[in-house]
C-alpha cells in the first residue's frame, strides 16, 4: 500500500502525495478554479488533472526530477538550465490569460506592502535594520513599469521537473496570471544564482538584472514573517535571509 507523503502543509492548504497522485486540498475553491485554468491555457507541460472533488484536486505525478529547491543543492547540467529557461520564455510568450496573477500586482500595491512588511521585520525583531534597509533600496529597482506576460506566478526551482534536458512539467498554478515576466525569473532563480545564467541562456533575451535581483530581495523580505508565522524557516542555509544577506 502506497504511503502518504507530506509534501508541504500550513494553514491555508496542503498538498499530500499517494503513490503516483498529488492531492491538493484547499478550502478557497477560487484558487483551485484558478489553478485548473491556467493549466490549461499554459502552452508548456503540466499536470494531468485526474479528478475534483472539493476541496480536493487529484493531479497525476510529473516524471524527472527538478534542478534544486530552495536551500538544497543545485541539480542539473547547464542544458537543463537553458530547457527550463526556454520554457519559462515560451509560457511569458503565450497569449495573455484573463486574470491578473501574483506577479501583476501594481507597483503601488507592492511599495505599500512592502514598506509595511520592513516596518514589521524591525519592530518584531525579526531582521537587523540595517539588512532590511539595504534591502528595501534594493527592491526599489523591481517597481517599474512593465509589460504584462503570462506569469506563473510562484515559480519556484522546485517546481519544475526535467527529465535530462526536457521539461516534463510545470506544477502550482494557483498564483498565475497577467503580470511581470521579471518576477518568474527571479522566483526561480532565487537562492539559486549559479542557474541564472544557463536559465536565461534559454530564455534568450537581455534583461535588466538589476531588476533580478530586486525581486529576490523583495520577494524575500515580504515572505520572511509569513514563514516564521507558517512553521518554516527562513533562516535556513540558503534560504530567504541569505538572500537577503547576499545583497549586503
Avoid at 518568474?184 to 535581483?213: K, P, R
Wanted: proline letters at 7%.
Amino acid at each position: 500500500m502506497d504511503e502518504v507523503e507530506v509534501v508541504v502543509a500550513h494553514s491555508e492548504r496542503a498538498t499530500l502525495r499517494v503513490g503516483d497522485v498529488f492531492l491538493k486540498v484547499d478550502p478557497d475553491q477560487a484558487r483551485i478554479d484558478a489553478e485548473v485554468e491556467a493549466m490549461s491555457l499554459a502552452p508548456v507541460p503540466t499536470p494531468e488533472v485526474l479528478w475534483r472533488r472539493p476541496p480536493v484536486l487529484a493531479l497525476a505525478a510529473l516524471p524527472g526530477t527538478t534542478l534544486g529547491r530552495l536551500g538544497g543543492p543545485s541539480t542539473g547540467s547547464p542544458a537543463a538550465g537553458a530547457a527550463a529557461g526556454a520554457a519559462i520564455r515560451k509560457l511569458h510568450d503565450a497569449p495573455l490569460p484573463p486574470r491578473t496573477g501574483r506577479a501583476g500586482r501594481s507597483t503601488a500595491a507592492l511599495a505599500a506592502e512592502l514598506d509595511d512588511e520592513c516596518a514589521l521585520l524591525v519592530a518584531k525583531g525579526l531582521l537587523p535594520a540595517d539588512l532590511v534597509t539595504r534591502n528595501r533600496r534594493v527592491a526599489e529597482a523591481a517597481l517599474r513599469p512593465w509589460t504584462p506576460a503570462f506569469t506563473h506566478g510562484d515559480l519556484q526551482i522546485a517546481h519544475v521537473f526535467l527529465d535530462g534536458d526536457e521539461v516534463t512539467g510545470i506544477i502550482d498554478w494557483s498564483e498565475a496570471g497577467r503580470g511581470d515576466a521579471l518576477y518568474d525569473l527571479a522566483t526561480f532563480t532565487l537562492g539559486h544564482e549559479e542557474h541564472l545564467d544557463d536559465v536565461l541562456t534559454g530564455y534568450g533575451t537581455d534583461i535588466d538584472l538589476d531588476v533580478v535581483h530586486a525581486w529576490w530581495s523583495l520577494r524575500s523580505l515580504l515572505v520572511v514573517r509569513w514563514l516564521i508565522e507558517h512553521g518554516f524557516d527562513p533562516f535556513a542555509p540558503g534560504c530567504e535571509v541569505d538572500v537577503l544577506r547576499s545583497r549586503m
